[in-house]
């Protein structure tokens, strides 16, 4: 995997904590968005840690990186402002955690984001809920929505339920690897970019029971 801070103590930091889980190895440092954008495409990581204020913007760089298909990127910001999660979500962020997680659960949400899973902080999860609490006019309606099956709506469902790919695959009674495929097709189909997107576009069709967390 690769990190991106421009802070080079909080990178060494993140490094270390990541270099001790034993399948989990760092490829990589970058300082700013542009450097974080290259090295991904050079190295190939399979996750990008990414802060979100430093030079070259760490939301663009998402959108570059997930647009391109080069890895899943995982947030990690001092900031939990809406403006700030709604855009990482929005580019394609596969989850977004706030500096203050403990060092198990970072690792651990890196391990997810690499199988495909999305992860929210707790922090975050409230707030997405609460945007779908407060009043709103109804989104409209997805034209690729139509162009689902009917097991691919199943599991846009879950995942609208934030259940993960084993979660889905003993509700549904199928294989991960076949859920895998089925939230491929549905990316494709509704012109999205992660999982974290899809579950949002669940709750806002009224499909799921909550955000993915």
């Not at 995997?1 to 270390?16: I, K, P, W, Y």
């Not at 690897?177 to 009224?206: N, Y």
């Amino acid at each position: 995997m690769l990190v991106a801070d421009d802070h080079a103590a909080v990178r060494q930091g993140l490094v270390l904590v990541l270099n001790r889980a034993e399948d989990i190895e760092v490829v990589g440092e970058a300082a700013d968005g542009d450097g974080a954008v290259r090295m991904a495409r050079s190295l190939r990581p399979d996750v990008v840690l990414m802060d979100v204020r430093m030079p070259g913007g760490g939301i663009e760089a998402t959108r570059v990186l997930v647009r391109e298909g080069v890895c899943q990127v995982l947030i990690l910001t001092t900031f939990d402002l809406d403006e700030y999660v709604y855009s990482a979500l929005q580019a394609g962020a596969a989850g977004f955690l706030i500096k203050s997680v403990e060092a198990p659960r970072l690792v651990e949400a890196v391990r997810l984001v690499a199988r495909g899973e999305g992860v929210l902080s707790p922090e975050v999860t409230r707030r997405v809920i609460s945007r779908f609490v407060a009043p709103a006019p109804a989104p409209a309606r997805p034209p690729g929505l139509d162009e689902l099956t009917d097991r691919e709506r199943d599991v846009l469902v879950r995942l609208g339920e934030g259940l993960s790919n084993q979660q889905i695959a003993r509700r549904l009674n199928i294989g991960e690897t076949t859920v895998k495929s089925h939230v491929s097709h549905i990316l494709t189909k509704l012109d999205l970019r992660s999982r974290v997107q899809a579950a949002i576009l669940a709750r806002e069709q009224g499909l799921g029971g909550r955000p993915a967390g």
